[in-house]
């Protein structure tokens, strides 16, 4: 893609700064579209996210369909869209500072530090539509245009509604962007302007009744009839545009950012016949970020089972009542203050960072109305060498008082690039002391255990990498030293690992031609703890696409087609607690799954992508009849669905 401008000079990409270019003709006037040719169809896009200095070009690649669905290929749910998820790999936080505790449906959130800036030559939209098994649907629509060529908007959203294939088991969820980037003619004043939010709704069953064996019943073939324990007998519904909720878990959370930053350095311009493009090369930059955000965590159950609740969480339902309820609400407001220094005028990609957070916190739950406050220091040091060779990262933030006192976090990343197809080595540090999630407070209304006191976690992650394009493989080591671990071991009872434990990862990347079109694209993980640490993680993970990749003698036309092949070995998953939204530690029971197994048929044609797959292949038996019924499991008591027939489609249009 590429777009052309007159004067000899392209305005519609950005300086090598990273920056709008907007030329502007010797009278000064912007002529970004006078001289574009009326009959030209291209488009030159970029964009970046607020916390990093590099453009990015988006991805047209149609190998892999988890780029663009929203569970990632790492992670197992509890077998419907938009129910909880977790990564089947270790991922501790590693973010110090105030934290809700409620991280299962995160995979559906969109989150501010994500939020695209763009930059563009002309108005750019792509519509999505995806449909599933069960009517289930992904609509998504994303729109973004330069008003002017310094200034730039964005409007994006998406809808996922999936009824899901077993009782009380329906999501539907809905996210929402709009952004703005606004850079002064001068180039001295950037402008970044956020609204985002989330509203995620999943009902929950509580898993399946495990009483019997209902799977292998003819009886149950159609399994929305199968028992849960949670639900009740609700009736199957299609409706993607209802809100109705009877018993699970709705979580919202939205608000407003605003970034502004002004620059002090020098001018300069670059000129080529008669057009003249400003330049600016910085020197010292003043930053100042307000953001106000709400949250509110909710699990109601309208159709309470007694003896479950009894069982499992010791909570006993009056005899007047058939309601289960638990929320949390909270309210946030920040500014944060920050002063950059860049030692090289000609590269923005080194600089100096420091700032001061001041937060401001408001807390509803179902025994307090409280406020809290943190005041917190932060320093930065980025530097990606003008040779491009030597890429450094570090980072720090400490709170030096309030809620969170005592908490930091502290990281220092350095890639080594070398030779003409830039293979690399990366190191990696980080180290976070962090208060326990507030989910593990007494205050909180999903805290149903006797009062205990925990300590800060304190998790440390040295990390390498290292991939050679030449031979497309890449390396990868993860070590985890652990400390006052804090975790769930059922239900409800809040429980800290105070022992040391470790946990190292180690994995492979690798990309092999089994002809010039036939790929495989092979991942592999190996992790393993010390001791008896209360962490359920499988020994291997694997994940394996092996297919076509070209054009099949069609210059128009990209296509990957072939399987998808994903396992892990058998281990003690983690159980899942529906009023928390937790995963939770269990010893009892394992889980021994097959392969789960797709064939996948992806192509593009210009500005028109379609993805249709055949998913979970794995479940066929001929046991009481042939069928799609042989299901693995997420956790204990969650089964995935059988066969699921996806096609969706993304479509491009250049305005």
Known sequence: MGGRSGGGISRNVQSKLGRFSGGFNSSGQS???????PFEDSLTISYKVLLSTVSNKLDSTVNDFTKRFPIPATHIFLGNTGTATRSILFSPIMQSGWDHGFHAFDAYRWKPESVRFFNTTRPYTELTYLLGGRTEQIIGVTHTQNIKPNWNVLFQYRLINSPGFFKSQGANDN????????????????????????????????????????????????????????????????????????????????????????????????????????????????????????????????????????????????????????????????????????????????????????????????????????????????????????????????????????????????????????????????????????????????????????????????????????????????????????????????????????????????????????????????????????????????????????????????IAMGFEIRYHTPYLADGYSPILGKFYYQDSIRISNRPDVSAYLHFRIRNFRAFIRAENLNTVTITNGFGFRYHNFAAPNYPYPGLVIRQGIYWSFVN
């Open 175 to 558: 996210n929402y962007l709009l952004t703005s980037w606004y850079q002064s003619v001068n180039k001295r004043y950037n402008n970044y302007f956020v609204i985002l939010g989330n509203a995620l709704q999943s009902a929950e069953n509580g898993g399946l009744k495990s009483d019997q064996d209902y799977l292998n019943d003819p009886v149950y073939n159609d399994r929305f009839n199968v028992p849960t324990e949670l639900g009740g007998d609700v009736a199957f519904g299609r409706n993607f545009f209802t809100s109705k909720l009877n018993t699970g878990s709705r979580y919202n959370d939205g608000g407003l950012i605003i970034t502004q930053q002004y620059d002090l350095g020098r001018k300069d311009s670059l000129v080529n016949d008669s057009t003249v493009t400003p330049l600016f090369y910085p020197r010292l930059r003043f930053e100042h970020t307000f953001k106000y955000s709400t949250y509110k965590f909710l699990f109601v159950d309208y159709l309470a089972n007694p003896a479950y609740y009894k069982n499992n969480y010791l909570i006993t339902i009056p005899a007047s009542s058939d309601t289960v309820k638990a929320e949390d609400r909270w309210t946030e407001l920040s500014n944060d203050f920050s002063i950059y220094q860049y030692p090289d005028e000609k590269n923005l990609q080194q600089f100096i960072k420091a700032g001061i957070t001041i937060q401001n916190l408001k807390a509803n739950t179902d025994s307090i109305s409280e406020s809290f406050y943190n005041m917190a220091v932060h320093g930065e040091y980025r530097n990606k060498t003008r040779n491009k060779k030597w890429d450094m990262i570090a980072v720090g933030m400490l709170y030096l008082n309030g809620f969170n006192a005592g908490d930091y976090h502290a990281s220092i990343d350095l890639k080594r690039f070398s030779g003409k197809k830039n293979a690399y080595v990366e190191l990696g540090f980080r180290n976070a002391n962090r208060t326990p999630p507030f989910i593990y407070d007494t205050r909180s209304s999903f805290y149903f255990d006797v009062i205990k006191n925990f300590k800060k976690e304190n998790i440390t992650n040295l990390s390498a990498s290292f991939y050679q394009p030449r031979f497309n493989v890449k390396f990868s080591a993860n070590y985890f030293l652990v400390n006052n671990y804090t975790y769930f071991k059922n239900y409800y009872h809040a429980e800290q690992e105070e022992a040391l434990f470790n946990v190292l990862q180690v994995s492979i990347e690798k990309k092999l031609y089994l002809t010039k079109h036939w790929i495989w694209n092979a991942d592999l993980y190996f992790q393993q703890k010390t001791g008896n640490a209360p962490l359920n993680v499988p020994l291997i993970f694997t994940r394996n696409r092996i297919g076509y990749e070209g054009t099949l003698g069609f210059q128009r036309l990209n």
């Open 31 to 37: 002529d970004s579209l006078e001289h574009r040719d």
